[in-house]
């Protein structure tokens, strides 16, 4: 348990004071989970100067927040976690919402009650006790992991870089094996299952790390990572359009980066992967990054879910439940006319938590009131390949009729996503000195993280 979960633990010992700002007469909102969705809503509601809502509380099993799309960096080391996570407590003062720690592990919803699992010391000692959460309206947003697909070993064997403390825990390793190919001369072999935009943009951060660690001195010339990439289907970044794909799997290989596609991986060792058709791809360091899977505990809660656990919305993001909302990666919705549920993506979780957020405070003024249902813009996408390139697909909407865009004005638009995101947190001013800082930041730190 961190500090500030200490904190927050003995906090919640005592009489929580209301929210600055509330009446105490209106709706008590809980929202479950503090990804982009989830923070994004209790920040903007929190700051919200409304009869109709009396609290809005924050419930997160870990203490900070971190941009989901930046997680790849913090794994690779490219980039500070201190200076660019979002402690929740902090985040809960300036905002005027609540902040509980705590895992969701049930719900009772005849009484709208969270059930939260206790919170327990490393040491297995319990801090907290297992507590119910009232609430009026609930949003669930606990975001997605990887999908091992029931692929042995993957369990056992493999880093998953889908959280803030898994990236955090990476780190931590990969550095230890600097070390060890430091002082012994051997190669650090690195493998990453899974093509899509986070094995990609792994790859490429940590082929800009192994270039920095050896300015530094840390490996020695001869001592660069070995990284392969291993895609299950024909090429990497599926989702991209083909031009973008096969651009990015040259840049990847120009950058030493062993690309391999259609290979399936049949189970995973302490030594490497198996694949499908026999061959064994060594790596002492082995990261999955394939398939999207909402938490198990979703298909316990009596609402209706899919096969890959995520809550079934529809078109004003309720669940089969009316009182519980669900936002972002563990919420499945199909737009009209459409075959496929939107993408599991930071874009989508922020349309659907801007949605909630102008559409919840109108339905809690006007109960009964029908709003107009969401509806969902493609601006397209973009994939970073560390400081050496990026790429985008532009939106089919307006002027934009799926164009693609790359280099400084693809790096640009990347940036801009990050930024705005700050920028909804902190508000225009404290966004733009952060981004300040990060920038002086660059030019007087080193350009990885070496302590």
């Known amino acids: 348990m961190t500090k500030a979960q200490e904190q927050a633990a003995q906090a919640i010992q005592k009489p929580q004071a209301q929210p600055a700002g509330h009446s105490g007469k209106g709706a008590r909102i809980v929202v479950v989970g503090g990804g982009v969705a989830g923070l994004e ?13 009396d609290t809005v509380t924050l419930v997160d099993s870990d203490s900070a927040h971190v941009w989901k799309p930046m997680l790849h960096t913090i794994a690779a080391g490219t980039r500070d976690l201190a200076q660019q996570q979002t402690t929740y407590l902090a985040q809960a003062t300036d905002a005027h919402f609540a902040y509980q720690p705590g895992e969701m592990c049930g719900l009772d919803r005849s009484r709208r009650e969270v059930l939260l699992a206790p919170i327990q010391a490393p040491d297995g000692r319990e801090i907290v006790p297992s507590r119910r959460l009232p609430y009026d309206k609930l949003v669930i947003a606990v975001g997605s992991g990887a999908n091992d697909f029931g692929t ?29 190919c430091m002082t012994s001369g ?19 951060e940590l082929v800009q790390l192994a270039e920095s660690a050896t300015a530094y001195g840390a490996l020695g010339v001869a001592a660069k990572f070995r990284i392969v990439l291993i895609e299950a289907g024909p090429r990497v970044l599926p989702s991209f359009p083909e031009e973008i794909s096969e651009a990015t799997r040259l840049r990847l290989e120009a950058l030493g980066v062993s690309v391999i596609v259609s290979g399936r991986v049949k189970t995973a060792t302490a030594q490497g992967f198996e694949l499908a058709n026999g061959e064994l791809i060594s790596a002492s360091l082995r990261v999955w990054a394939a398939g999207v899977k909402a938490p198990e505990f979703l298909t316990q809660l009596g609402l209706e879910t899919t096969r890959s656990n995520q809550l079934l919305v529809n078109d004003e993001m309720q669940t089969s439940d009316p009182a519980i909302y669900a936002l972002g990666d563990c919420a499945s919705y199909t737009l009209p006319g459409q075959e496929s549920p939107l993408p599991p993506t930071a874009q989508v979780a922020h349309q659907q938590a801007r949605y909630l957020i102008e559409t919840l405070p109108h339905l809690l003024e006007r109960p009964g009131a029908k709003p107009v249902g969401f ?23 307006g002027l934009f009729n799926g164009g693609v865009i790359r280099g400084r004005l693809a790096m640009l638009s990347h940036i801009m996503l990050y930024r705005s995101h700050q920028a909804r947190l902190y508000g225009f001013w404290r966004g733009g000195l952060l981004w300040l800082i990060d920038l002086m930041n660059s030019r007087l730190r080193p350009s990885i993280r070496l302590d």
């Open 41 to 53: 809503v209790a920040t903007a509601l929190g700051k919200l100067k409304s009869d109709c809502i």
């Open 152 to 180: 042995p070993g993957v369990a056992e064997h493999c880093f998953m870089i889908d959280s803030r403390r898994k990236a955090d825990a990476f780190n931590q390793e990969i550095r230890l094996r600097m070390v060890q």
């Open 186 to 204: 051997e190669q650090l072999q690195v493998a990453i299952v899974g093509a899509g935009a986070t094995g990609v943009e792994l790859a490429a």
């Open 375 to 397: 509806a969902y813009r493609d601006f397209g996408a973009l994939v970073s390949l560390a400081q050496y390139d990026a790429y985008g697909s532009l939106g089919k909407f």
